[in-house]
């Protein structure tokens, strides 16, 4: 059960940003690849958005989105007060043009990303990420 | 413990009928998993709610700490 204070600040937070990314550290200095990758992709968007370190109350607002989202791993994207989703969704939306849209932006046109593999047989074998907890 | 693939395909294919998963092993080490699901349940989903649906079928492997983490490719 998530604390009952700290859910309704999260939710107050959701409602007055309509852009809020909740991350492993700062825009600035992010203390996971996951948030990172995000960051990334929101920099081009050419938007303004709010960011909070989920690092110093980890667990509680862990479970303060598992209440409201249905979802426990960081970072997460609230755009207009819905959760459209973590690094995989946010950059799967970037590409398709699907984030400018939620965002009510023109997709920038700087196609710096390399092509996504299609498939995961075509990705080279990774190591295991080092010291992230849970799953991002 | 080390995740079953097959038996991970199973319940998201039992949860989600007439769908289609592949899960794989990224990494070798059995707890960062990759898996591929075409599902006609997909259908007019928002792109996280796809994910909700396929994390619910394997909720109970992230629970008893089976998996740790689960990259969701949705296939149209």
Request: aromatic share 4%.
């Amino acid at each position: 059960m998530a604390d009952q204070e700290l859910t309704e600040r999260v939710q107050e937070l959701i409602s007055e940003n309509p852009v809020l990314l909740f991350m492993k550290g700062t825009p600035s200095a992010p203390r996971c690849g996951f948030s990172m990758r995000t960051v990334q992709v929101l920099d081009q968007m050419g938007v303004e958005y709010g960011a909070i370190d989920v690092l110093p109350a980890l667990q509680p607002l862990r479970e303060v989105t598992t209440e409201i989202s249905d979802w426990e791993t960081f970072p997460q994207l609230y755009v207009n007060g819905e959760l459209l989703g973590g690094a995989d969704i946010v950059e799967e939306m970037f590409s398709s043009g699907d984030l400018a849209k939620a965002l009510g932006v023109e997709q920038p046109e700087l196609p710096e990303k390399p092509e996504q593999p299609q498939s995961a047989q075509d990705l080279p074998a990774q190591s295991p990420p080092l010291k992230i907890e849970g799953s991002g | 413990m080390a995740a079953d693939l097959e038996e991970l395909k199973g319940m998201i294919e039992a949860a989600l009928p007439g769908s289609e998963a592949v899960v794989i092993d990224e990494t070798g080490t059995g707890d960062h998993l990759r898996a591929e699901v075409r599902a006609p349940q997909f259908e007019g989903q928002t792109r996280i709610n796809q994910h909700r649906m396929v994390k619910a079928a394997v909720r109970e492997r992230f629970d008893d700490g089976t998996i740790h983490a689960l990259t969701i490719r949705i296939l149209d």
